[in-house]
Structures are given as C-alpha cells and as structure tokens.
C-alpha cells in the first residue's frame, strides 16, 4: 500500500481533529477533547503557529476514491535550560486498521531526522504507563522513561487554578 | 521587603544561567546542564526566540492549562504546585515522561524502512 508523509495544510483540520478525538478514545479520555476545528485552524495556521503537524494519507485502491488521512503526529519545539532545544511530540496516532504497516515509524524517523537538523539534543513526549503497546514500542527504539528512571511527575494547572493564581493579591 | 517582577533581558542571561544551575543541583542533576549563558543569549534574545520568562504569558496567550514536571522526592515543590489547584497527572491519569537522545535518536533517524 502506498502512503504518503506530508505537512498538514489548514484543509486537514477535519480530519486532524477526528484523529485527535480517536486517540484520546484509546486513552479513554476522549470527554476532555474541548477543542473545535476553529481553534485547530486558527492557532496551527495563523500568524503564530503554536504547533505543527504531519499527516499520513493513503490513496484508496480505486482511482475514484478520495486520499484518506489514516495517522498524524503533532509537535512543537521546547526548550530545555540545560541542554537546549527539544522537539517536543504533543501527539501521534495510526488508525487501528492501518497498524503494523510501519507508517508509526515511519512518522517516528521522519521527526527524528527533522529533530537533528534542527539541532534538538532531544525529543521528549507522555506515554500513559497502562499503554503497554505504546510503552514497548519506544522501549524497544531505546527511549528512557524520565518517570521511571528521574522520578518526575507531570502536574497541570487547569484554567481556574491559572485563574486564581493570575488574581492580584489582597495585600 | 520590596521586589519587582519583570520580562528577562539578554543582559540577565548570566544571572539566569547561574540559577539553573543552582536549581540543577537542587534537584541533584548538575552533571546534565550542558548550556552556558551564551547559547541561552542566542535561543531567547535572538529574531525568533525560543523561549519567554514570565507566567502572565499564560493569561495573555488565552492558554487554557500549564503544565510542568516536579521530581518525585521534592515534597516542598510538589506540595506548592498542590496548594495553588495544580493535579498530579502521573498519579491520577498514569502518564510518564519519555526521552529519546542522543544515540537513540540518532537510531531513530536513520532506521531502515519496512517496505
């Protein structure tokens, strides 16, 4: 089957955020997906991208039917104060019906490259630790699991936390 | 006592540098700071910065959550974040934070397609 890698363009925020809602189905956490179409387009296509995306699209068996967008990975880059810019994946997903093609690592090596001529000494990413599918895939590709091995923890602010903490104090 | 809060300057890159690694060796890690007050002037004051210091960031970008990473042990780090509404997400939800560098990246980069 041919597939194709390539920059997202505004026209695939319909199908970003269908694949953004499956994966967050797998993780069982779909009912925290808030975000609409508007906001994908706006905040990865306007003036300021604050993320960046490829997409995997295969053409169907008939040369009638439409491209289908089939795996994506979202990314930015971050900065770490000792040792310098990361690549930072926010997300990456395959349709189930498209796994064990080798369209993951083939995404995987396409950021991998593009983290190394881009001068990151790192890409950093969250695995939630019951995905043993996900977990061994990195392990076998010689991640390290920070969590694990350091000791850290991920903690969030949520809106109304920042809220409160952006207040002027009493005094 | 008075003090003030303000945006980072180049000029404050020394200072900034010596804080990291102060908090490095806090969180008992100094060995991996491999940056110097140099490549921090370069990334963060340069045409394109790649990083801005100051928490109403947030509140101006619209964002809707921060998020951060705290060291197991750090009780005094953990029990601030706690106190201001923040969740531990590896707790509550599982997640861990993954790494890939050096060689391992490279691996990555250049690892054979399956055809």
Not at chain 2, 35 to 40: D, G, T, Y
């Amino acid at each position: 089957m041919e597939y194709k890698l390539r920059k997202a363009e505004p026209r695939d925020v319909p199908d970003i955020l269908r694949l953004v809602k499956e994966l967050a189905k797998y993780e069982e956490m779909e009912h925290q997906v808030t975000l609409t179409e508007k906001e994908l387009l706006e905040d990865g296509f306007g003036d300021t991208p604050f993320y960046h995306c490829i997409i995997t699209e295969i053409q169907g068996e008939k040369s009638s039917e439409d491209r289908k967008v089939v795996g994506f990975a979202m990314y930015y880059f971050t900065y770490d104060p000792w040792v310098g810019k990361q690549l930072y994946l926010e997300e990456f997903y395959v349709m189930d019906e498209y796994r064990g093609l080798g369209i993951g690592s083939g995404i995987l090596r396409h950021l991998s490259n593009l983290a190394m001529k881009t001068r990151c000494t790192g890409m950093m990413f969250v695995v939630a630790e019951n995905n043993e599918p996900s977990v061994q895939f990195y392990k076998r590709r010689g991640a390290e699991d920070l969590s694990q091995e350091e000791g850290w923890r991920l903690f969030r602010f949520d809106k109304d936390s920042l809220v409160k903490m952006a207040a002027p104090s009493e005094e | 006592m008075n003090f003030k809060i303000r945006r980072a300057a180049k000029e404050d890159c020394k200072d900034i540098s010596r804080m990291i690694m102060d908090l490095a060796i806090y969180e008992k890690m100094p060995d991996q700071v491999k940056i110097s007050h140099e490549e921090l002037e370069r990334d963060g004051f340069c045409q394109n910065p790649l990083f801005e210091s100051l928490l109403s960031k947030v509140a101006e970008k619209q964002c809707v959550r921060l998020q951060l990473s705290v060291l197991n042990w750090n009780t005094p780090s953990r029990d601030f974040y706690a106190a201001k509404g923040a969740q531990d997400l590896t707790v509550t939800e599982g997640w861990h934070a993954i790494r890939f560098d050096g060689q391992n990246l490279d691996n990555l980069a250049n690892e054979a397609p399956k055809d």
